[in-house]
């Protein structure tokens, strides 16, 4: 059963950098497309980065040029590194395989001062 775990999200500054991790289990990261997605009170769950099999990473508008999308195969891990955090940056993260299939608990990041 395919399971994704993430974590590394908290509280920072703006201005400040955070790592997130998505650990995992009954699927292998290496062959499918991964995406991240935030979800803030209110608003719909927006796709915010995407890496796909052979390595082509994709960003929304508004994170393009702070935040990085990666993968550990060896590690069957996918990373969000965050920089120049934003306030508009907070929300719950969440990761997720290409076709989207169950959600798991995210972890919340928080921008504030």
């Known amino acids: 059963q395919v399971q994704l775990v993430e974590s590394g999200g908290g509280l920072v500054q703006p201005g400040g950098s955070l790592r997130l991790s998505c650990a995992a289990s009954?699927?292998?990261?290496?062959?499918?497309?991964m995406d991240w997605y935030r979800q803030a009170p209110g608003k719909q769950r927006e796709l915010v980065a995407r890496?796909?099999?052979?390595?082509?990473?994709y960003y929304a508008d508004s994170v393009r040029g702070r935040f990085t999308i990666s993968r550990d195969n060896a590690k069957n891990t996918v990373y969000l590194q965050m920089n120049n955090l934003k306030p508009e940056d907070t929300a719950v993260y969440y990761c997720?395989?290409?076709?989207?299939?169950?959600w798991g608990q995210g972890t919340q990041v928080t921008v504030s001062s």
């Open positions: 890496i796909t099999s052979s390595g082509n990473t």
């Open positions: 009954g699927i292998t990261v290496s062959i499918y497309a």
């Open positions: 997720n395989k290409v076709p989207s299939g169950t």
